[in-house]
């Protein structure tokens, strides 16, 4: 096997790393986690993961985690509301919509992302995960690489894998092509305890996701799966607004004031998520990887998910793909089709940057619909054709 007697370092904890470390403990190869937050209890950010039968429930499934997921899943938390700006409901599938439907192709079942963390961190072997390890650079070193951390611990590593996000400090090494921003911003909310602080929302919410499309903007929200609720201001704006805005986002008066300013033809209704909100504020200016991205493989470095393709997140696709990434490039280095470890990350980084490519148009292509003058009407074809 390409990688006996190798040690293989993953730098970065999120869905892709976990699973990529999963695929190949299961294929007995040596690997470590070297992930910069302090411990497993880290609050995980970001909304619930719907997860597609082709990609992300695939690797789950090769993973041998597949009772695990079912077992942690939240039904109907891919219960659908469309609404206006006026909060009026134009489109509910909660009457329809089925709890559980594996055998279906197109069900995309919701997991809170700190619970999918947790099924793979309990899949792993124990000192798998080396916490606080805030990755700072890496230098060749007997044809592999010697890590340096924060914390002032160095290793090394046959082969080094980044899984370390849209902000990748391995991708520099491979590649220095950056990706561009999309021209959508979010300002992502957390209320916890929704059903107490928000009531109202969260009474309409029902466990399920809105979306709300109104004057070239959006609000679109969830629930999480320790009964918080996530929310997501969506609009256009210059790539350096964060800066440039003046906002003080821990402030939440200042952006209370903020979206009645920016959303002025949006219902009241809208305050009480703005109001309520449990931590700061989180802003995110959209980015993409160039759609024909393409570099020299390395002998002994790869990436996988957001560190080799951010895209926007309007086609649901960067978790999945992600672990999809994690499913091929494990297949890739432990099958005996390839003749070096080179080829294999070569095979792997082919078909990757191809199938990337597709999804990162597509989620180009639903930014500009979701947040066109039409929005509303677009949103709907599509949800009746569905």
Known sequence: MLLENKQVAIIGGGPGGLTLARLLQLKNVNVKVYERDLNKNARVQGSPLDLHDESGLAAIRKANLFNEFKNNFMPGADKTLI??????????????NLEEDFDNEYFRPEIDRGVLRKILLESLKPETIIWDSHFISMEKQNGGWLLH??????????IVIGSDGANSKIRPYITDIKPFYSGITMLEGN???SKKA?????????????MAFGNEK???LGQKGDGALGFYASFKVDENWTQNSGLDFSDKSQIVEWFKKVYPEWSITWYELFENV??????????CMPLDQNWET???????GDAAHVMPPFAGEGANMAMLDALELSECLTSNTYNTIQEAIGNYENNMRERASKAAQESLENGEKMHSKDSLETMLAFFSRE
């Open 218 to 220: 959006n609000i679109l």
């Open 278 to 287: 449990s931590a700061a504020y989180i802003p995110r200016p959209i980015y």
């Open 149 to 158: 951390f924060k914390n002032g611990s160095s290793v090394y590593a046959d």
């Open 198 to 210: 928000a009531p109202h929302i969260d009474s309409l919410l029902n466990g399920g996701k809105i």
């Open 191 to 193: 209320i916890y305890e």
């Open 83 to 96: 609404l206006d700006e006026q909060a009026k409901i134009f489109y509910s599938d909660h009457e329809t």
């Open 298 to 304: 390395l002998s002994n470095t790869t990436i996988i």
